[in-house]
Each structure stands twice: as structure tokens, then as C-alpha cells.
């Protein structure tokens, strides 16, 4: 097993776009509503107002699912080795 060492959710292209998907994969259009609200303006508050959970809490249970993957996992998601959701 290989030990994830991502700490924030918007650290990089990769991470941010995986960790969407995830959210996604729960609350189907969540990414599309998000984008909705982020046309001028962007707000951590945003999570909890789309999700009734702060990000914080979505981006810790996420963690909690991906965030020790195998190295063969890794393989199958990007340099993060955070897999796409559906992979796993």
C-alpha cells in the first residue's frame, strides 16, 4: 500500500477534478450547480449550501474512501493516486 499525502482538495488540477467527481458520483449535477454559483464569485459555503455538509466533512470522507489505494489503484487514477470513483 502506498500512503496518499494530498492535504487539500483544490491542491492541483487532478486532485480537484477526482475529488468532483466524487461528489458528484454522489449527488448527481452537484459539479454543474457548484459551477452555477461559482460564475462570480467562489465560497467554501457553497458545499454546505449544494450538500447540507461543509467541505471540510466531504473532502475528510472522501479521504477516508481513497485516500490509501494500492499502488495498482494509483496507477489507474493520476500523478495524486487518488483513482476516479467509478474505478474502484
Do not use: H
Request: charged fraction near 25%; glycine fraction near 10%; proline fraction near 3%.
Amino acid at each position: 500500500m502506498i500512503s496518499i499525502q494530498i492535504q487539500v482538495w483544490d491542491e492541483g488540477y487532478g486532485v480537484t477534478e477526482r475529488f468532483l467527481e466524487y461528489c458528484d458520483s454522489l449527488k448527481p449535477g452537484f459539479t454543474a450547480a457548484l459551477n452555477k454559483k461559482m460564475r462570480n464569485t467562489y465560497s467554501d459555503n457553497y458545499f454546505q449550501e449544494l450538500w447540507g455538509k461543509k467541505l471540510d466533512q466531504l473532502w475528510g470522507d472522501y479521504k477516508a474512501k481513497y485516500g490509501n489505494v494500492t499502488e495498482e489503484e494509483a496507477s489507474d487514477g493520476d500523478a495524486s493516486g487518488f483513482p476516479f470513483p467509478g474505478m474502484m
